[in-house]
């Protein structure tokens, strides 16, 4: 079935890192990919999404770039600051069907923690 | 314009106790899901439904779960009799229909003793 693989956490880096956290998907067909964000104590909110092959989605300094030729969805940020301090997690729409409408496939979500 | 509204944000009852939590939906959205997050499992999608007519359901663990969405503005997950394995943050989630993007409120902790 489709699923979605992310990097384990915690992360850990320092204000100002580099930060990237590993996606990979398994899916038939060509699904609709999407970066979430959950702040402590909140709800997920979308961070950023890919519908097709070769898009990249970008929001608020983070991007990620749709590959299927390695069936990846990898975040990146140049420049992390402390408010960046959230659980991420990588999802899945499939192709379009009837009963998987809207579903979202979610991975298992990382940690990330900026330190001053 | 408010967000997903899930009530209540803590719950703390004992085992054997019923227990009903409540999720009112973004206006016009009519998509409506049911998650369930703890610790060991990550973020489980229990039910959801389209039009208050539930679409799919088999996330639900068992039959001591139940959801409704008796009109567009209002749904309920009810677990009876609880357990202390229910202990989880439940949450709501609404979309419009032709969106990607699902609203996620601000979950409930539930604890049970």
């Known amino acids: 079935g489709d699923s979605v693989t992310q990097m384990e956490g915690p992360v850990t880096l320092s204000e100002e890192a580099f930060l990237t956290i590993n996606c990979t998907y398994t899916?038939?067909?060509?699904?609709?990919l999407f970066w979430y964000v959950q702040y402590p104590g909140e709800g997920l909110q979308l961070l950023l999404k890919a519908t097709k092959a070769d898009d990249k989605g970008s929001n608020k300094g983070f991007e990620a770039t749709y590959r299927k030729e390695t069936t990846s969805f990898h975040l990146e940020k140049g420049s992390v600051q402390v408010s960046d301090s959230a659980v991420y997690f990588c999802a899945l729409i499939p192709p379009l069907q009837t009963d998987s409408w809207g579903k979202l496939q979610f991975g298992a979500g990382t940690q990330v923690v900026v330190t001053p | 314009d408010a967000g997903v509204i899930q009530s209540p944000r803590h719950e703390v009852t004992e085992m054997g106790q019923e227990v009903t939590l409540r999720c009112k939906p973004i206006?016009?959205?009519?998509?409506l899901f049911w998650y369930r997050q703890t610790m060991m499992r990550g973020l489980e999608l229990l039910i959801y439904?389209?039009?208050?007519?539930?679409?799919?359901d088999s996330g639900m663990p068992e039959d001591r779960f139940s959801a409704k969405m008796p009109n567009a503005s209002f749904s309920t997950l009810k677990i009876q009799p609880s357990e202390p394995r229910d202990s989880a943050v439940y949450f709501c989630?609404?979309?419009?229909?032709?969106?990607?993007?699902?609203?996620f409120g601000p979950g409930t902790r539930l604890t049970v003793t």
């Open positions: 989630a609404s979309k419009p229909g032709a969106a990607y993007e699902q609203y």
């Open positions: 206006s016009g959205h009519d998509y």
């Open positions: 899916a038939t067909g060509y699904p609709s």
């Open positions: 439904f389209n039009n208050n007519v539930p679409i799919d």
